[in-house]
């Protein structure tokens, strides 16, 4: 079990929108800024397309785009395309004596 | 260009060693804090160890403190993850992934770029 958590899939079709969400607690999420995502393609490299809650990294599109309220943060993807089919996973900074949380991770399919 | 390259996984038993290496190009470790993450099968990933610019200060998960190591040459501009008493429990991908810390507090901000990841394997 995750410290965050995410759903374990969602889905769309091409083009239309979809909302993956990251709940954590007030000692995570709730009181810091810190909280990012990353697209992973399993066997290749995560990257960071959300950092700060919702600052998009140069270079990524404005598809994406972050978001929080109170004790969970949500990653929008619009216009979505099949190149968007991947694992997104949430990162946030915690007080707690451990260095950062991970979510567990959400599968996008794009139908 | 950065690039994080892992390398130095493979099949160990239980209770034996593996020593992992991040070589990386395009910046210097002596700029930047460093961390190993893992992904074991079907899991989420787990934050493991990481290690400050200068190198004097590491911090480790409790699930592998005591047993790993993180370290690194900066003139070879490369970060090691050195794993004893390895169980069952260590089977994943490693990933080395550099932070980014806010500048006031030292805290955490995000993982700018990562690695593919190295997978280590513990079975008898």
């Known amino acids: 079990q995750s410290a965050l958590t995410q759903p374990a899939s969602v889905s769309g079709s091409p083009g239309q929108s979809i909302t993956i969400s990251c709940s954590g607690t007030s000692s995570d999420i709730g009181n810091f800024h810190s909280v990012s995502w990353y697209q992973h393609h399993p066997g290749k490299a995560p990257k960071v397309i959300i950092y700060d809650i919702n600052n998009r990294p140069s270079g990524i599109s404005h598809r994406f785009s972050g978001s929080k309220s109170g004790n969970t943060a949500s990653l929008d993807i619009s216009g979505l395309q099949a190149e968007d089919e991947a694992i997104y996973f949430c990162?946030?900074?915690?007080?707690?004596?451990?260095?950062?949380?991970f979510g567990g991770g959400t599968q996008l399919t794009v139908l | 260009d950065v690039q994080l390259v892992e390398s130095g996984g493979g099949l160990v038993q239980p209770g034996g060693s593996l020593r992992l290496s991040c070589e990386v190009t395009g910046f210097s470790l002596t700029d930047h804090e460093m961390n190993w993450v893992r992904q074991a099968p079907g899991k989420a990933m787990e934050w493991v160890a990481f290690i400050s610019t200068d190198g004097r200060t590491q911090y480790y998960a409790d699930s592998v403190k005591g047993r790993f190591t993180i370290s690194k040459n900066s003139a070879q501009e490369s970060l090691f993850l050195q794993m004893n008493s390895l169980r069952a429990e260590d089977t994943a991908v490693y990933h080395c992934?550099?932070?980014?810390?806010?500048?006031?507090?030292?805290?955490?901000?995000?993982?700018?770029?990562w690695g593919q990841g190295s997978l280590v394997t513990v079975s008898s």
């Open positions: 992934a550099r932070a980014v810390s806010d500048y006031v507090w030292g805290t955490f901000r995000y993982f700018d770029y």
């Open positions: 990162v946030s900074y915690t007080s707690t004596n451990t260095y950062v949380f």
